[in-house]
């Protein structure tokens, strides 16, 4: 979890000091009406919260409870119906601002028969980056996520989890200060989420601001500082999560292993104030995940056979690096909703009248470290995608590139 022993390390950045409000909402209405302009659907209903700089703040909530639809309304996609946002102090349709945010939405919306090495470099080009920065850059969150055995691969063949890869890594391309995640972990292995999970704190602990969407709650339990709980398009429940978990109808103490007789003693002081029905002595019990993890670990030292999975929590040298709020490519995220490739994207959705986070997968994966990859990346083919379907992925890409940077085809 950010802490702010953790935060205070990290040097500010340029104009911003740790407290600064990074999202502010007031009031916020959306009201989705139909075809004759008749309210169809509340889907945010009043809300008000504000995140502030390095922090990990869960938007949690049941099924169409507004959590889309507000990261929507963050990312200047959707306007909304009533109430304000500021983000960074500005709009969120100010182009400087959107330049600033990386989005992993749920669904990627990637060329098919690029593989992920032109696939970052696709969208390292629509934020202008300089030819060297990009491919440094994609090195670095290639093997970052974990992907660098399947390098030479279309991602269009990846499995779900290794997709999540690398939409984590397009989401970090530009470096962004504020990143909104929809459902990061999900398709991701144990390890996976754990380095995701790993990256979430890293990224925060360096400044950056994380916004995160997921119904794993016990994933949203291990990285968030503070939370929001859905219901209706309404908060239900707002606050830290240690003062909003906490239960102060008990108390724990956790110690080493006890003599008996210590414990003996322990307990008849208790008894004299506690009926003794209420009293519970156990041993605490770790997670499944840190169990899960250990066995694994475990086996590596034993250099015991595995899949190819490798992980050491690195991030990339860039993220580590601290970002000034006034880098970056102004028209970014703009470009980026329009870059969204046509022909593998997935059915429009309900937004669809706003523009579409073309990227809609990418700025935020970087979230972790280099995580293991799945083991049929190592015995793949290099490359697998039929040549001319590939050529016509580059070449519309780069048509793509071209129209939206008013340049020539390259
Ligand atoms: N474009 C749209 N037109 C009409 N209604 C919409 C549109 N987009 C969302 N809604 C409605 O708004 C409400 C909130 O949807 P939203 O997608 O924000 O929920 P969510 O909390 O993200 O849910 P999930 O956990 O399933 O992703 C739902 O009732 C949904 O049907
Ligand atoms: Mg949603």
Redesign the pocket.
Known sequence: MNTPQAASLEPATQATTASEVVVSVRGLTKV?KDFWGRP??R??DGVDFEVRRGEVFGLL??????????VKMLLGLLHQTKGHIEVFGHSPRHVLTKSRIGYLP?ESYLYRYLNSGETLDFFGRLFELPAGERRQRAEQLIEMVGLSQARTRSVGEFSKGMQRRIGLAQALINDPDLIILDEPTSGLDPIGCREVKDLILALARRGKTVIL?S?LLADVEDVCDRVVI?YG?RIQAMGPLGDLLANRESVRITTPALPRETLRQVLEVIRRDVAEDKIRVDNPTQNLESYFLEVVRQARANASATSGATSDNRVAAYLRADASPEKAGDKLLERLTQARPAETAPAP???A?APVPALETGRLAALTGKSPAPAPVETAPAVSAPAPAREADLKQANEKLSALLGKKPQ
């Open positions: 989705f169809k659907a889907a945010v909530g049941p099924n169409g409870s507004g959590k889309s639809t507000t749920e969407c119904h859905y398009g959705s309900p937004v009248s």
